[in-house]
């Protein structure tokens, strides 16, 4: 029938796969799974994330560490801009994507992806002034020049919700990353396209590959094997279903994670974010030295 | 050189009224536990028995967590800050004021010298509660927002080394805060946790507000476990520190662990100075400090005369009666702590390290480990990586400021770091890259309740003192 329709043109579809070091590998197993609409239509076949991927994209991330939390603060938030701005080219695109991932009218997709893209800005504002905010100059009783500075924690893997398919993963991920920490986010189990397309816009922006790893398939799956994963520094539990939360704290208890659980808030991602997710990716270090002559 | 040979110049401890035997701090007054559990805290320089204590049981517990609920909601959370900041100062003043008794009871039951109790951990205690007393009114501006709230209930359980100022890190910015406590204090120092129970009642502290049970492991884990304990503060072994991770559940958490810190000394150091740093370091408290020097980098080519040195410094170190003013080691606090402690070392010779101890005579009672310096230690070595919790120093060494960087954060802790240069961008260059909680620059050991302390890694999380500490007890 389409070809007595000559206006009609088959479209080329896309290949969703996972995002790993700045590439974009198939799950290693070879998985796919398939992804639909809210009413139940096709709309791709997204790649099913294993163990072996997701310690794929920890030893990424373990990578990038040292060059994205050594970077200047000033770097990191223009970098981080710099998404905000592909983002905003690509407006269209995210909105008909969330649009269909969440079955939400158009002016409501739109407004998510004009938060997320917000937000993104937000957060890329932050990465010089965290440490202002956070750090201090203590008046300790003695001769001594002493500092508290807050430093990335180093590999976060962050379950990212399940309902918010973008403005929900960048709220979890952009947090994390501002400060130098480096990111395996798990996207949402049934609506991951979008998060795939972000991925795409990260591997143009100048985010160095490896600072964010995006992987798609069974969150029940891939999060056990995060959480007990020995070189992974923090977990955000936002993702995971109720029942599992506790076993996966009680895990990541094996290297002494910072565990972030979700708060009762963040079921509206629209909401102005509050500065405890970014403090939960930061260490403290406090510096001692004498004065004198 | 010979040794100077000091007269004894002992503390009298007529300024200690030891009771026979001791209940349990609840509710404002010291009541008998309900089972029948004692048992017996000694010195560890002479195992002389001072007093017998109760054992509290899960019932004691949850008596004393219903009286800290109670005292939550009626009193302490509703009370103005100011308010609560007078109890404060009051605490900080008595500790003050019955300084010397507490420095004595500390010694004798914790067997440290009373340099040390006296000069740093009662005036530390004192300040502790003297700097968050001035927070108590003030949370509002503290940065978490325009009405921070107390958590509640904190359940807190801390360590022998310091016992009263780990106390002190725990209850002042508790109680700062609006929360109330059951504290438990170790098995082996539970006697100025009690006289500091009655400062509480010095100071007129309402019932609840601060309840003290004493006990070992399971009393910890009953305190740990009570549904009625909003937030758990632990100071301790980094394997009981993960235990607690996975018994808290939904509670906010603050662990303070262990560590292996490495103190780095590097060509161009002062080395007398950084000789006093490295002694300071690992042989402060007998080494029992979990952010304690206990692996000492130094630059290779300073290595003869930094050890040359460090010895000769060693053998004028004075080991002994706790209580002599005059002593820098005092005693191991346990069996079980000088059992750890030899077994270590014994493995570090096994293991083909070379062992050297401070010639010293170990007095015939009591618990006594020589300072001890192991060199030619490897990074794969057992004394290399696992804390000894004692005085015993490891050596190894390095040759660029990468390697020394790369092996000080070659282990799963990172509490504390050291490092000796005189050279400022490098200071700044390697304060950056240690994985530490702390970094003492040209100097080792410091505290002060002003500044954040607390680990990386498996050191635990969460930070004691300064602005910092507050977070652990507000709802943020």
């Known amino acids: 029938m389409s070809e007595t329709v000559p206006a009609s043109r088959l479209a080329v579809r896309k290949t969703y796969k996972l995002f790993i070091g700045g590439a974009f590998p198939r799950s290693e197993s070879g998985r796919s799974y398939p992804v639909t609409d809210h009413k139940g239509n096709f709309l791709a076949n997204?790649?099913?994330?294993?163990?072996?991927?997701?310690?794929?994209?920890?030893?990424?991330?373990?990578?990038?560490?040292?060059?994205?939390?050594?970077?200047?603060?000033?770097?990191?938030?223009?970098?981080?801009?710099?998404?905000?701005?592909?983002?905003?080219?690509?407006?269209?695109?995210?909105?008909?994507?969330?649009?269909?991932?969440?079955?939400?009218?158009?002016?409501?997709?739109?407004?998510?992806?004009?938060?997320?893209?917000?937000?993104?800005?937000?957060?890329?504002?932050?990465?010089?002034?965290?440490?202002?905010?956070?750090?201090?100059?203590?008046?300790?009783?003695?001769?001594?020049?002493?500092?508290?500075?807050?430093?990335?924690?180093?590999?976060?893997?962050?379950?990212?919700?399940?309902?918010?398919?973008?403005?929900?993963?960048?709220?979890?991920?952009?947090?994390?990353?501002?400060?130098?920490?480096?990111?395996?986010?798990?996207?949402?189990?049934?609506?991951?396209?979008?998060?795939?397309?972000?991925?795409?816009?990260?591997?143009?922006?100048?985010?160095?590959?490896?600072?964010?790893?995006?992987?798609?398939?069974?969150?029940?799956?891939?999060?056990?094997?995060?959480?007990?994963?020995?070189?992974?520094?923090?977990?955000?539990?936002?993702?995971?279903?109720?029942?599992?939360?506790?076993?996966?704290?009680?895990?990541?208890?094996?290297?002494?994670?910072?565990?972030?659980?979700?708060?009762?808030?963040?079921?509206?991602?629209?909401?102005?974010?509050?500065?405890?997710?970014?403090?939960?990716?930061?260490?403290?270090?406090?510096?001692?030295?004498?004065?004198?002559? | 050189m010979g040794k100077f040979e000091y007269a004894p110049a002992p503390e009298s401890r007529d300024v200690v009224a030891l009771r026979e035997s001791y209940g349990l701090f609840i509710d404002g007054d010291f009541v008998p536990g309900q089972g029948d559990g004692v048992f017996k805290t000694i010195s560890p320089a002479t195992e002389e028995v001072l007093a017998e204590v109760t054992e509290a049981s899960p019932a004691d517990v949850d008596r004393a967590v219903s009286a800290a609920r109670r005292a939550y909601e009626r009193t302490w959370s509703v009370m103005p800050g100011r308010e609560r900041a007078k109890y404060l100062f009051r605490i900080a003043r008595i500790i003050q004021e019955r300084a010397r008794e507490l420095a004595v009871l500390e010694s004798l039951d914790n067997g440290k010298p009373i340099r040390e109790s006296r000069d740093v951990d009662i005036p530390l205690a004192a300040a502790h509660f003297f700097y968050y007393a001035g927070w108590a009114d003030k949370l509002e501006h503290a940065g978490f927002g325009p009405d921070p709230r107390p958590l509640g209930v904190a359940g807190q359980v801390i360590p022998w080394n310091f016992p009263l100022l780990m106390l002190a890190w725990k209850i002042a910015p508790a109680l700062a805060c609006g929360n109330t406590v059951v504290l438990k204090p170790a098995e082996t120092t539970p006697l100025t946790a009690l006289l500091f129970a009655e400062i509480c009642q010095q100071a007129d502290l309402p019932p609840g507000v601060v309840n003290i049970v004493t006990g070992a492991g399971p009393t910890g884990r009953a305190l740990v476990a009570h549904p009625g304990i909003d937030k758990i503060a632990f100071t301790g072994s980094t394997e009981v520190g993960k235990e607690i991770a996975r018994a808290a559940g939904r509670r906010k958490v603050t662990l303070e662990l262990g560590g292996k810190a490495a103190n780095i000394v590097f060509a161009d150091a002062p080395v007398d100075q950084a000789v006093e740093g490295i002694v300071n370091g690992i042989f402060f408290n007998q080494g029992h400090v979990c952010c304690a020097g206990s692996r000492l980098l130094v630059q290779e080519s300073v290595y003869d005369e930094v050890l040359a040195s460090l010895r000769r410094r060693l053998t004028t170190l004075r080991l002994g009666d706790p209580l002599d003013k005059n002593t820098d080691v005092g005693a191991i606090n346990s069996p079980a702590q000088l059992a750890k402690i030899r077994e270590l070392s014994d493995a570090g010779e096994a293991e083909g390290a070379e062992r050297w101890s401070a010639p010293c005579e170990l007095p015939v009672k009591g618990f006594w480990f020589p300072p001890t310096v192991f060199t030619g230690v490897s990074p794969a070595h057992r004394i290399a990586r696992e804390e000894i919790f004692g005085p015993v120093l490891s050596v190894l060494t390095f040759r660029t400021p990468a390697e020394a960087v790369a092996k000080a954060n070659n282990t799963p802790y990172g509490l504390s770091a050291g490092v000796w240069t005189d050279k400022g961008s490098r200071i700044l260059w390697m304060a950056s890259r240690l994985r530490a909680g702390v970094v003492w620059a040209n100097t080792f050991n410091k505290f002060d309740p002003t500044s954040p302390f607390g680990g990386y890694k498996e050191s635990g999380y969460g930070r004691e003192g300064g602005r910092h500490g507050l977070e652990a007890y507000l709802d943020v």
């Open chain 1, 46 to 293: 997204a790649a099913m994330a294993s163990r072996k991927d997701a310690r794929d994209a920890v030893t990424a991330a373990r990578k990038a560490v040292a060059g994205w939390s050594g970077a200047t603060a000033y770097n990191r938030g223009q970098v981080l801009y710099r998404v905000a701005e592909l983002l905003e080219g690509r407006r269209t695109q995210f909105t008909a994507e969330v649009r269909a991932a969440e079955g939400v009218g158009a002016r409501a997709a739109e407004s998510a992806v004009d938060a997320t893209i917000d937000r993104w800005v937000w957060y890329a504002g932050w990465a010089d002034k965290i440490s202002q905010v956070r750090g201090s100059a203590n008046q300790v009783a003695g001769p001594y020049y002493n500092i508290s500075l807050p430093e990335a924690t180093g590999v976060a893997a962050v379950l990212a919700p399940q309902d918010s398919s973008l403005l929900g993963l960048v709220s979890v991920v952009a947090p994390a990353v501002v400060s130098g920490n480096t990111v395996i986010a798990v996207a949402s189990e049934s609506r991951p396209l979008p998060a795939v397309t972000l991925s795409e816009v990260l591997a143009t922006s100048d985010v160095p590959g490896g600072v964010i790893n995006i992987l798609t398939g069974r969150t029940a799956e891939i999060a056990p094997w995060l959480a007990s994963h020995m070189d992974v520094n923090a977990i955000d539990l936002t993702g995971a279903a109720d029942d599992a939360a506790d076993d996966l704290a009680d895990a990541a208890a094996d290297n002494l994670k910072r565990v972030i659980r979700p708060r009762t808030a963040d079921g509206d991602w629209t909401g102005s974010p509050s500065l405890h997710r970014m403090h939960a990716y930061l260490e403290t270090k406090t510096v001692w030295h004498p004065t004198g002559i």
